[in-house]
């Protein structure tokens, strides 16, 4: 049956994707891995099953999926496009490379902290659809995918558009199709006696049923076996109270029973009650732990080429295997901005080695003639000055990206080999490794000016308008390279702090092009970080501040910026001890914190944002002739001034 269909599909849609295995599914849809043939990205391909497809219009379940497709989030999977294969109505999805939660439950490997991380992320993605008028019904984990630690939704309103699909609406979905639209372990007690008015409290059950089992590793009627015994369950049983199991504090308990309760009026009103319970005191973002894993600082690639103006290429690639390797939960990197302050200068490695805290180095030399490049790189302990590894690669310039990851991942194995022969620890299977872009521009001149972006803006005030006018050219060229837009937009934040432009078109452009990099890559902790900041420092809103602070350290943990704001994040709380510690973590993060001394910072007035004003209110200021605060120098003075401040 597999293979036959499978054979249909390639058949059929040969022209568009390009099919490659079947991954699995569930009871409404079988899940195929493709390739999108004309956008050169993988994605998954759900096929309706044919029982499930024989009660249901196709044209009518494709414009309705159309509500689905609307949904843009960070924590939902987006339907990307829909169609109907030989009488199979079928949806597309990108590939999410991670698993499902469902999977890192039966692992048993989840602390509390992780799971109120993920639960929040779930919470995230229904308070958004349910905002715009989208109810899952069928929220459990096989629903719930984890990529890179944060937590993805995904079938996103494909249970409403096959019940609006019905060619025969006569009668209930359950009787007419054999098919309940919904998973008995997870279904509310409404959906379970077959009310065919169902909204947004019915999501609400279910996470709280996902809740249970996440923060307890017991589902709550764990102790039925059969579906018809989980429905009357659902119908008439009570759980164990959560905080009878577990300790949860009584924020989290409570909303997870009030989530699990019978009548749906008695449930939360929305999901954003969800997310406030999980805000509660006690649940702060933290620093990641550190854990005992190789380290390693990338130094600046010394650049060779005839052209002194190729610095830029140069730095860009030093930045770009850094980047790769930083995704690696099995490594910890030192920040670029530690690493690059030890450029041109004549430093020993080991006394590198020893400020920067990491047991290894690598350096290397970039030489670019024409549509040529020649990389070398050599890995070595600061210990002994042993080299551990060294190659070269002299390829044409279309090949960069292919050299840095090839470059990345050998220094990844090289570094857990040296690791296990010095200690006897095995590599941990559980952490993430390095992964390879997810898109790599298509155009090599977009790239070009991308890295000729970021290197203007690492010279902050100095180059934000050379930054901007690079990464508006990188767009024009190519206008899905989601890292330029996130260059963009950190380009704006400076642009918007240094009064080069009024603080509302700043960061609404900043907000703008930052959103739009999530879109299409919602990997990319810059993003969340800078998204993180308008909301702190121009919205006031803290609980969005915090969410995209989540992200940016859950994708990349030693990220200085992320760590910096959320020290700031947890002094507007009042949280001291959190603060004190994520100000810690920023510094050791990054020697630039330590470095850069101003003697004034949004704190230096006795209260968060006590500097110069950068919010909604700056506008005025902005007019009356007055510069908002200096991003660097909150930055820089923030980590100092905090630390003794707390």
């Not at 732990?289 to 103006?309: R, Y």
Request: aromatic letters at 6%.
């Amino acid at each position: 049956m597999t293979t036959d269909l499978l054979d249909r599909l390639r058949a059929s849609l040969a022209t568009t994707y390009d099919f490659e295995r079947e991954l699995g599914g569930g009871g409404m849809s079988r899940v195929f891995v493709a390739g999108d043939t004309r956008l050169g990205r993988k994605i998954v391909v759900k096929v309706l099953n044919p029982e499930l497809a024989e009660g249901i219009s196709a044209q009518r379940f494709e414009r309705e999926i159309q509500i689905a497709a609307r949904l843009q989030h960070p924590n939902i999977v987006p339907v990307l496009s829909a169609g109907e294969s030989e009488g199979l109505p079928f949806y597309t999805m990108p590939f999410v490379r991670g698993e499902s939660l469902r999977a890192q439950l039966a692992s048993g490997r989840m602390d509390t902290r992780t799971a109120l991380r993920l639960l929040a992320d779930v919470a995230r993605a229904l308070a958004y659809a349910h905002d715009e008028g989208v109810v899952h019904r069928d929220i459990k984990p096989e629903n719930v995918l984890i990529a890179d630690g944060i937590a993805v939704v995904t079938d996103f309103g494909i249970a409403k558009a096959i019940d609006a699909a019905r060619l025969d609406r006569g009668g209930s979905t359950i009787t007419q199709l054999g098919t309940a639209l919904g998973t008995p372990a997870y279904m509310a007690p409404e959906q379970a006696a077959g009310d065919t008015d169902i909204d947004q409290r019915a999501d609400l059950y279910a996470w709280g049923v996902l809740a249970y089992e996440c923060l307890t590793h017991a589902h709550p009627f764990a102790d039925k076996k059969t579906a018809r015994a989980l429905i009357t369950a659902h119908l008439v049983a009570q759980p164990t109270p959560i905080g009878e199991r577990v300790d949860v504090g009584a924020a989290v308990a409570d909303i997870v029973m009030r989530c699990l309760a019978k009548d749906p009026h008695a449930r939360p009103r929305s999901a954003r009650a969800l997310l406030a319970a999980l805000d509660a005191p006690g649940e702060a973002v933290a620093a990641a732990p550190q854990l005992n894993v190789p380290s390693i600082a990338i130094l600046p690639f010394v650049n060779l080429s005839a052209d002194a103006e190729n610095e830029y290429f140069s730095d860009g690639i030093t930045e770009e295997i850094l980047n790769v390797l930083a995704q690696d939960r099995g490594l910890r990197v030192a920040a670029r901005s530690s690493s690059f302050a030890f450029k041109g200068q004549k430093v020993d490695l080991q006394a590198i080695a020893e400020r920067l805290h990491v047991g290894t180095l690598l350096e290397g030399s970039v030489r670019r003639a024409g549509n040529r490049v020649r990389v070398s790189a050599q890995l070595v302990n600061a210990d002994d000055g042993y080299q551990l590894w060294s190659d070269h690669y002299d390829r044409e310039l279309t090949d960069i990206f292919a050299i840095q990851d090839e470059i990345a991942n050998a220094i990844a194995v090289t570094l857990r080999k040296a690791l296990h022969e010095r200690t006897g620890i095995a590599a941990d299977k559980d952490v993430r490794r390095v992964t390879t872009r997810s898109r790599p521009p298509a155009n090599i001149e977009a790239y070009e000016s991308y890295l000729k972006g970021r290197f203007q803006l690492h010279r902050r005030a100095d180059g934000m308008h050379e930054a901007r006018a690079h990464f508006e050219r990188a767009l024009a060229l190519e206008p899905d390279f989601a890292e330029a837009h996130a260059g963009l937009a950190n380009s704006y934040l400076w642009l918007g702090t240094h009064a080069a432009l009024p603080p509302a078109e700043a960061f609404a452009r900043l907000r703008r092009h930052a959103e739009q990099a999530l879109s299409l890559d919602p990997y990319l902790p810059d993003a969340h970080y800078l998204l993180g900041y308008v909301a702190l420092w121009y919205d006031w809103d803290a609980a969005a501040c915090e969410r995209h602070v989540r992200r940016a350290l859950a994708l990349q943990a030693n990220n200085a910026d992320a760590l910096m704001l959320a020290a700031y994040l947890h002094f507007t709380k009042g949280r001291r001890d959190d603060a004190l510690a994520m100000t810690e973590a920023a510094l050791n993060a990054s020697q630039s914190f330590r470095a850069r001394a101003p003697r004034h910072g949004p704190l230096s007035r006795g209260k968060a944002g006590g500097g110069a004003p950068i919010g909604r209110r700056a506008d005025r200021t902005s007019r009356e002739g007055s510069r908002p605060a200096d991003h660097g120098r909150h930055r820089a003075a923030g980590a100092r001034q905090l630390r003794r401040r707390l």
